[in-house]
């Protein structure tokens, strides 16, 4: 009877989104696609604006009579970047996670990065992708791109150059890529007592109505070429996502990857509860020598993430690589020095868990920024992530099992609101690129933007955080969150899975 009811409940959710979002949507395909409409209303200064690298891509617009074919370079780049996305997840976080938990549950962290990234990628060709980057409304895309329908080889998307196009099927695989991690990355809050069941259904919940309207809110705008003039741009605005509107600048994923994904999480380990032991129990990571695979193997992978969001071969994506590189580096030398002052010695857990606080506070800021700003922003990351995982955490009292919260959701929101501060052309920052001057606009506000930036953080906040409240709680009534606690003594990978990582 179970089963039963989670099959009816994902069907009526799904059927809910199509009811309730179908918004009337236009693909906007070179190919196919008419002009934006003119505005209602004046959009803001702050949108008049796009961003020239904020991965916001969506469908190339009409603009262009004759659309240039794709370049081969710049399609070549993002498919590989695609590749180094896929890799973060398989096997990148999975052995970052699985090392961290108690070898008897190292399978089951494995299995639920496994099965929810293939879940989410059949997810998003379905309808992911037409709700996240087709025009709709300001916060839920449409359905025109529903089963990829009207998607050919000949498709293309816009870029952040005008005139410049990818192909689309090569922007959509860059896009359910990510969506594919952001949901893997809630399971380490929760790891080592949910059921395997529950989290699917969760995921499926979430992915629907957390992260594609903030991806649309965050991302979805009608590219450069619809920029022609100050009422087209307004016009564009006016179709973008809700805070693309409002000039909220997200490189590759601050607000919809990993805050996104980090107060889902925390509101899973309030609702899920402790496990069993914690506070009277030592619970150690069983080997640590694969988390520091899994953590290299997201290092690597970022480059993807961060350099390939701008979707074009060229010196934007030089300095996002960069800025990865630095800020990385940086955030994994001061995590290691506030841990050898405060505890007596380094560790290689604390050496790896600052890298991927540098990683996760550089995201949205890596297009942006310039390399001594991402620098300070490593630096910061590794010290306030400790803190995070530490203080922060004892104060919450939750058992964030992974530290999801204090890494990615700490970390994603000091970079996405530091991305308002050190993109300042002042502090070498690239500033916003006017589309209709074709230049970087000259009154960039530090003040204006940190606080369009934390507009954007809090939206993120609390969007996910009632959407992961009513998705678990849902999982909760349908499946039963928790798995039986001989269960969870035992160990998930027998229990749920029947198998073990290793054998004596």
Excluded at 63 to 77: E, F, S
Excluded at 153 to 179: R, W
Excluded at 192 to 213: C, D, G, H
């Amino acid at each position: 009877m179970k089963k039963l009811l989670a099959k009816l409940l994902l069907v009526a959710a799904f059927a809910g989104v199509a009811g309730t979002l179908g918004l009337g949507s236009t693909a906007a395909l070179a190919q196919d696609a008419s002009a934006p409409a003119a505005a209602s209303e004046t959009a803001s200064p702050a949108a008049s604006t796009a961003t020239p690298a904020a991965q916001a891509a969506a469908p190339a617009p009409a603009a262009a009579a004759t659309p240039v074919p794709p370049n081969k370079g710049d399609t070549a780049w993002l498919l590989t970047c695609t590749a180094l996305v896929i890799l973060m997840t398989l096997p990148g976080l999975g052995l970052f996670y699985g090392g961290l938990v108690r070898s008897k549950n190292m399978l089951s962290v494995l299995m639920q990065c496994f099965i929810i990234f293939s879940l989410v990628v059949v997810l998003w060709s379905i309808y992911g992708y037409s709700i996240a980057f087709t025009e709709g409304g300001a916060f839920f895309g449409g359905f025109d791109r529903l089963f990829l329908k009207g998607m050919t080889p000949d498709s293309i998307a816009a870029t952040f150059s005008k005139g410049v196009n990818v192909p689309e099927y090569a922007y959509m695989a860059f896009q359910a890529a990510f969506a594919a991690i952001t949901c893997a990355l809630i399971v380490g809050a929760f790891a080592e007592r949910t059921k395997f069941s529950a989290v699917l259904l969760f995921t499926v919940i979430w992915f629907t109505f957390s992260y594609l309207p903030i991806a649309h809110m965050v991302w979805f705008w009608a590219g450069p070429d619809a920029y022609t003039d100050p009422a087209a741009a307004d016009a564009a605005t006016a179709h973008a996502g809700w805070l693309f509107q409002k000039g909220a600048l997200d490189y590759a994923g601050g607000t919809v990857v990993h805050i996104n994904a980090a107060i889902a999480g925390l509101v899973g380990s309030y609702m899920v509860g402790k496990r069993v032991g914690f506070g009277k129990e030592a619970f150690k990571p069983h080997s640590l020598t694969m988390t520091m695979i899994g953590a290299s193997l997201l290092w690597f992978g970022w480059f993807g993430f961060n350099a390939g969001s701008g979707l074009e071969a060229n010196g934007g994506a030089a300095l996002a690589f960069v800025n990865t590189l630095l800020a990385t580096a940086a955030a994994t030398l001061s995590w290691t020095a506030g841990e050898w002052i405060g505890k007596g010695k380094p560790s290689m857990l604390g050496g790896a868990s600052g890298a991927v606080a540098g990683l996760v506070a550089v995201t949205p800021a890596a297009g942006f920024v310039g390399p001594m700003g991402s620098i300070v922003l490593g630096l910061l990351a590794g010290l306030i992530c400790l803190w995070g995982v530490n203080g922060l955490k004892r104060l919450l009292k939750a058992d964030d099992a992974l530290d999801v919260f204090g890494v990615h959701g700490v970390g994603g929101m000091l970079g996405a609101i530091l991305t308002g501060v050190f993109a300042a052309p002042s502090l070498g920052g690239t500033g916003i690129y006017d589309y209709v001057a074709n230049k970087v606009a000259p009154d960039y506000s530090i003040a204006g933007q940190v606080w369009i930036q934390l507009q954007a953080v809090l939206t993120t906040v609390v969007w996910s955080g009632v959407v992961a409240f009513i998705a678990f709680k849902i999982a909760d009534i349908v499946l039963g969150l928790r798995v039986p606690e001989d269960e969870e003594r035992e160990g998930l990978d027998i229990t749920s899975h029947g198998e073990s990582a290793y054998h004596n």
